[in-house]
């Protein structure tokens, strides 16, 4: 009797360790499976050392694996979605839903570009560099100073006087809300330290002296027409 009741204690620990142990692969099985998994692509992984795969397996907002066809397979589940790239190019990529492509093409190829540039510098050696090919124009419009890597009034007038005091020159800021004018617009909107504050935009003065710094904020202040 003891002997049987040995035998139906051990049996029972048995069953009950292989149902842990299946129960533990289960999980384990689980947080392989992916919930994304692409195949079949040229995916440019922008890891240390660039490599290039042809699958992903994300799970969780996680990538999980990064390899080839056949190493990717374990990794698929029933509630898995596969898409199929068929050759297609993918890469890792953080995206910027707030975009200015067309002006940014447009100072590219026809104005004064600072996008790439991020100094005070770099923006009056771009801007002078302009100006000289561009001899013939009546005035030039520039694009992408970053407007906080100056003080509160701003970058000033005299420093495009400077490049050029006869044409009218208008730089745009990188998030397209300030821009940076010289003189000569100033003397041809008829503005001076007495003009006031457009109705939603502000023409930034020096508190000091209440001259214009050729500092201008937002469109009502930067185009008035």
Known sequence: MNNNFSWLI?????????????????????KKIADTVLTDGEIYTVDEKNSWVESIAVKDGEIIYAGSMEGVDSYIGKNSKVIDLDGKFAMLSFVDSHLHPL??????????????????????????????????????MGEGYDRYIYDELGPKKEWLDAIDSERPIVIIDKDIHTAWVNSKVFEILGWDKNTPDPQGGVIVKDPATGELTGLLLEMPAIDPA
């Open 10 to 30: 051990l049996l029972s620990a048995i069953l009950f360790l292989t149902g842990c142990a299946t129960e533990t692969n289960s999980v384990a099985s689980s």
């Open 103 to 140: 002006s940014n093409a447009y100072a590219y190829n026809f104005q004064a570009a600072l996008i790439d540039f991020n100094t005070h510098e770099e923006y009056i050696a771009a801007i002078r560099e302009f100006s000289e090919k561009n001899p013939d124009l009546d005035g030039f």
